[in-house]
């Protein structure tokens, strides 16, 4: 058991499948002065990759930040037939929001290609942070196995170890996409040393991280938006927001189709934010403990494929190859997620056209 916190500038290699949590994990990272965001690569899930693609362009450039290398991954898992979640994210992946379309052209790099050859160039400085399944950094770790000793550290939302799946009843989505890719990572974090073993991010602690209303309330507020967002179970569904700020405008209609999700799934009018919680463990700017574990991903199993299992006494006597968080203080990610972000996009003047 051990906890993190630290406030040191970091440079990071952040892999999405731009998605709505994806994407208020993008805006975290922007409005953050300790995030130094080397690139974003984009892999097919919650939608397909050239979807991914364009919303990440597109939120980057929502942002103020049309300055960062957006580069295109594998269309398709390693294995699997793809597999895609309109109906939680919306039809084009960011909910209702309907984001300018960018002029801005992806990188001709492939985001497999973006892994090695960033993490020769800074040796050591880049923490990699995969908020979608990892097909991109098995395909690089396949080209490059050494890329884990290049590394500072990996951060992975993804998992779950005792507590339900969101995809099957034992598997989290990030890893039921891309099982193979999954159990490649995890298997090449084997032999590195204590301080770079992956930090897994599992729905054991990230379905506790319970976006509300009042936390989009409060968000607009800091912001200095007006009117304040007030969303509410009893509007119609796809009501637009008439934000005066064009950063919480967006962020509300997405999050809108995000909390609509899980109240059709008997949730309640809320959203589970996974992945900008595993941007600020990346960061350090959010209080979580961690228990060291020997992670591996169950493959073949007819009802358990895509299963991710954690043996924490080493009873496999392999070598241990995660942090998995096993704890955190939600209320807190909030009020400092909420004080961030309202503060940048309040002061968020539009970039110049980069092209
Ligand atoms: O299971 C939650 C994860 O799957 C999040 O990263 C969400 O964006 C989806 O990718
Ligand atoms: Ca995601």
Redesign the pocket.
């Known amino acids: 058991m051990c906890s993190h916190i630290s406030s040191d500038r970091v440079s990071l290699i952040v892999d999405?499948?731009?998605?709505i949590?994806?994407a208020l994990?993008l805006l975290y990272l922007s409005a953050s002065p300790e995030a130094d965001i080397a690139a974003v690569l984009c892999t097919a899930?919650?939608v397909p990759v050239d979807r991914v693609a364009a919303n990440t362009v597109a939120w980057l450039d929502v942002c103020g930040r049309n300055d960062v290398e957006v580069a295109v991954g594998s269309p398709v898992p390693l294995v699997a037939p793809l597999m895609t979640t309109e109906d939680t994210h919306g039809p084009l992946g960011v909910g209702h929001a309907v984001l300018p379309v960018s002029t801005r052209i992806p990188s001709s790099r492939s985001a497999a290609d973006a892994w090695i050859e960033l993490t020769h160039e800074r040796p050591g400085e880049l923490t990699g942070l995969v908020?979608?399944p990892m097909t991109n950094l098995a395909l690089a770790l396949r080209k490059d196995p050494e890329l884990p000793h290049r590394l500072r550290r990996l951060v992975v939302?993804g998992g779950c170890f005792h507590h339900p799946g969101n995809t099957t009843p034992t598997s989290e989505?990030?890893v039921a996409v891309d099982p193979e890719a999954a159990k490649e990572v995890f298997d090449a974090f084997s032999a590195v040393p204590p301080e770079r073993r992956p930090i897994v991010c599992p729905l054991d602690v990230t379905e506790t991280i319970e976006m509300h209303p009042h936390h989009l309330r409060r968000l607009s507020e800091s912001a200095g938006s007006s009117p304040l967002e007030d969303l509410s179970d009893d509007q119609p569904r796809g009501h637009r927001s008439s934000a005066s700020n064009e950063v919480v405008r967006h962020l509300s209609d997405a999050l809108r189709f995000y909390m609509e999700f899980h109240r059709d799934e008997n949730i309640g009018y809320l959203a589970h934010v996974?992945?900008p919680f595993a941007a600020a463990v990346a960061l350090g700017t959010v209080p979580f403990t961690t228990r060291a574990a020997t992670v591996d991903v169950e493959i073949d199993g007819r009802l358990t494929r895509g299963t991710t299992v954690a043996d924490r006494t080493g009873m496999w006597g392999r070598p241990t190859n995660a942090d998995i968080v096993t704890r955190t203080d939600p209320e807190a990610f909030f009020d400092d997620l909420i004080d961030r972000v309202g503060r940048y996009v309040r002061n968020l003047k539009a970039l110049p056209d980069t092209n």
Do not use: R
């Not at 999405?16 to 998605?19: I, L, N, S």
């Open positions: 999405v499948d731009t998605g949590d994806d994990a899930g919650n908020t979608g939302m989505w990030n996974h992945d």
